[in-house]
């Protein structure tokens, strides 16, 4: 049992999952350059936009011949500008093994009133990806930033597949692995594993899901913020930073500074093997403990950047009292903050793993979590 505090501390103690810590030695001072008080349809606005698409696309190795956008409301306003453009054209089947892609679900079926099948799983398993019809449209999310659940890999998903996939990628972009190929629409936001500031996402469609857009015309109404293409032609000049609203020019040098980080610390590889790193010390702290347990039931499915918790002695007696009070805690003592899980999903943690975050932070933060642990759990049995 743990009695005394632990004696070292987490340097940067935010484990937020979104939005997430700044990149490492991140200061003020290296906005400087930002294009403020200028047009973002100025020569230097669009210079830069451009910019960071142009940086997106080096890092995430996404192919040539896929578009980037960055467009308004952060992943939620990108995916729900792919819904909307998109889908109707044929049925779809909808995937949900957390919260973001159960939203999708009630978009798809109770606003957009799509013929839809609808696949779902509870939070700590994940839908059998093999099973769906890929002649239809897919919607899912890659990473469940909720449930701490993401896809294996995308090796079901047929090369010959007449429908599109639509993928959630928020909190997977930059420390994982997607498989272009086999993916058509592919959104994120910046605010996630670059530890960027929100209300701005990133939209990748692939040559199939331009060819959709030109081709078919959704039956309701689109808002302006959704039109992507003008005249039966894809809007090309979105895909080059002239974008649909106006953006935030400090944000989008955050994004500059977060991508020129990226690549210091090797790109796309060195920012896997980051989170990775972070997500064994976590693994290795479990599987030290028998009174705590990954919410994710399938080792190959468990999140490497929203790892989600859950507390498994029996001793316990309101779980969700016990993980808030064990959350306040880390957060009283300044070692863990924002700790706590989402709102919909089971009473838990959830420590974000993310690429930003210092592995020896997390490894400082597991001393914590146990101390917190037995100091609740001791106040409990106190209060009985």
């Not at 996404?62 to 995916?79: C, H, K, L, N, Q």
């Not at 079926?109 to 099973?131: C, N, P, R, S």
């Not at 999140?303 to 016990?322: E, P």
């Amino acid at each position: 049992m743990v009695t005394t505090t632990p004696g070292a501390r987490p340097a940067n103690p935010r484990f937020s999952s979104g939005p997430c810590a700044k990149p490492p030695h991140f200061t003020l001072d290296l906005l400087a350059d930002a294009a403020l008080g200028r047009s973002h349809r100025a020569a230097i606005g669009k210079k830069k936009l451009k910019q960071a698409i142009d940086e997106t696309r080096a890092i995430l190795g996404v192919p040539e011949e896929y578009r980037i956008g960055i467009v308004p409301a952060s992943d939620t306003g990108a995916f729900e500008m792919a819904m909307w453009s998109l889908l109707g054209e044929r049925p779809a089947e909808m995937v949900a093994w957390e919260s973001f892609g159960a939203g999708w679900v009630t978009d798809v079926v109770k606003q957009l009133k799509i013929d839809a099948t609808v696949h779902t799983a509870e939070y700590g398993e994940i839908v059998d990806m093999a099973a769906l019809n890929y002649d239809n449209d897919v919607c899912f999310t890659w990473n469940g930033t909720t449930s701490g659940v993401r896809v294996a890999s995308g090796d079901v998903i047929p090369a010959d597949r007449k429908g599109l996939t639509l993928c959630d990628a928020t909190s997977a972009a930059f420390a994982m692995d997607l498989p272009w190929e086999k993916l058509d629409v592919v959104t994120f936001s910046w605010q996630k594993v670059l530890g960027g500031e929100a209300a701005h996402g990133i939209l990748i469609l692939s040559p199939r899901a331009v060819a959709r857009l030109e081709s078919y015309t959704p039956a309701w109404p689109l808002p302006k913020i959704f039109r992507l293409t003008k005249g039966g032609k894809l809007i090309e000049g979105i895909f080059v930073g002239e974008t649909i609203n106006t953006p935030s020019m400090l944000c989008v040098e955050d994004y500059l500074v977060a991508l020129a980080w990226a690549k210091s610390v090797g790109g796309l590889t060195g920012l896997i093997a980051r989170a990775d790193a972070n997500f064994a010390e976590i693994g290795k702290f479990v599987a030290a403990h028998d009174w705590i347990d990954f919410l994710a039931t399938d080792p190959a499915t468990r999140s490497t950047t929203s790892v989600c918790l859950k507390f498994t002695d029996a001793r316990i007696r309101d779980g969700a009292a016990f993980a808030k009070a064990v959350a306040k805690r880390l957060e009283a003592e300044g070692v863990g903050l924002d700790l706590g899980a989402y709102r919909d999903a089971p009473p838990g943690l959830r420590i974000w793993c993310g690429s930003t975050v210092e592995t020896s932070d997390v490894a400082a933060l597991m001393p914590w979590l146990e101390w917190a642990f037995e100091a609740e759990l001791a106040a409990q049995s106190e209060a009985a």
